[in-house]
């Protein structure tokens, strides 16, 4: 089993900074892809941006220039570093983890609340 914890989430007026941090933890193999989506009051999930093994990224065009994912493969973590927020992007943030823990699957942390003030 994979546990993923996230800390980061809060309050910010609009044009500020955050910053999101995730830890994966458990029995790993390997982590393939490692990032964040985010869910809106009455809406789906949404991908927010993913890094892959071998640093290849994904990041949604909605948060391109704003956005960066970064991963650390020593410490099984993964960052979200979010500038220039806007009230649209107040969700849910999830950690989302595809992982080898003797069994591959998709894990998720427990979500940390972004809220952007206008």
């Known amino acids: 089993q994979v546990q993923l914890v996230e800390s980061g989430g809060g309050l910010v007026q609009a044009g500020g900074s955050l910053r999101l941090s995730c830890v994966a933890s458990?029995?790993?193999?390997?982590?393939?892809?490692m990032g964040w989506y985010r869910q809106a009051p009455g809406k789906q999930r949404e991908l927010v941006a993913v890094?892959?093994?071998?640093?290849?990224?994904n990041t949604a065009d909605s948060v391109k220039g704003r956005f960066t994912v970064s991963r650390d493969y020593a410490k099984n973590m993964v960052t979200l570093q979010m500038n220039d927020l806007k009230p649209e992007d107040t969700a849910v943030y999830y950690c989302n983890a595809y992982a080898d823990s003797g069994m591959i699957g998709n894990y998720w942390g427990q979500g940390t609340q972004v809220t952007v003030s206008s």
């Open positions: 458990g029995s790993i193999f390997s982590i393939n892809s």
């Open positions: 890094g892959f093994a071998g640093g290849r990224t």
